[in-house]
């Protein structure tokens, strides 16, 4: 059966409060208590999401997201009680999209979950076309800067090789793409990525950091992911089309 969100979290009565909060706005959500009850779900179901906590008795939340990451690229958004910014860079280094502290709001939450919904949504409906965009490409698909985006793999093609990205990678390298060579300002990266302003600097720092891990040569000398300090970010294309 599939489901757009499944709750993992050991706080059974919270979870539950959660799930039929988020039935009533016809997110379809299943909740379980730990770990094991979160892998046997996957071997018969699927979800678009997973809400994920740290603390679940039987294992860290952190090593379910690893595991998970082995096989699936499913947006998972980390909801703790624990409070340190140590903890929320942990979550989104192993491979979590977002991170919500307890105690939370539930309307706040269902609306970071319904813009996670929306953007898998665009992403079902472009991958049922060609799914590929490049840049500085004609009508006959040439590739002048040797960089193409493809929604249905969510992977980028840079100079003949293709780098797979997570969920929140390839939102956040879209929007550079869609912007490339034009600075992007913050709030612009967290209205279209991520739908709203409940960030900080350090998650949209962790993800560009993940990010040019992946497509850059030195990620310490970034050729396509500039910083404009004080300000955001470009994405070079133009000055690396050679």
Known sequence: ?????????????????????FKMFEVTT???GDSEACFEFFKENTADLVLLDINLGDRSGF??????????QVPILFISARQSDDDVLIALSIGGDDYVKKPYSLSVLLAKVKVNLKRIGQL???????GASSAGGNSDGE????????????SVMIKDKRIELKAKEYA????????????VNKETLFDEVWGDTFFSDSTLNVHIRKLREKIEDDPNEPKFIKTVWGTGYILKLEDNAN
């Open 124 to 130: 079902k409906e472009a991958s049922s076309g060609s």
């Open 63 to 72: 090593d379910v997201c690893k595991k998970l990451r082995e096989d699936m």
């Open 143 to 154: 590739v002048n800067f040797g960089f193409m985006l493809d929604s249905s793999t969510m």
């Open 172 to 183: 956040l390298l879209e929007c550079l793409f869609n912007h490339h060579d034009t600075i």
């Open 30 to 32: 299943e909740y379980v």
């Open 1 to 21: 059966m599939h489901y757009n969100c499944l709750i993992v979290d050991d706080e059974i009565e919270l979870a539950k409060m959660t799930a039929e909060y």
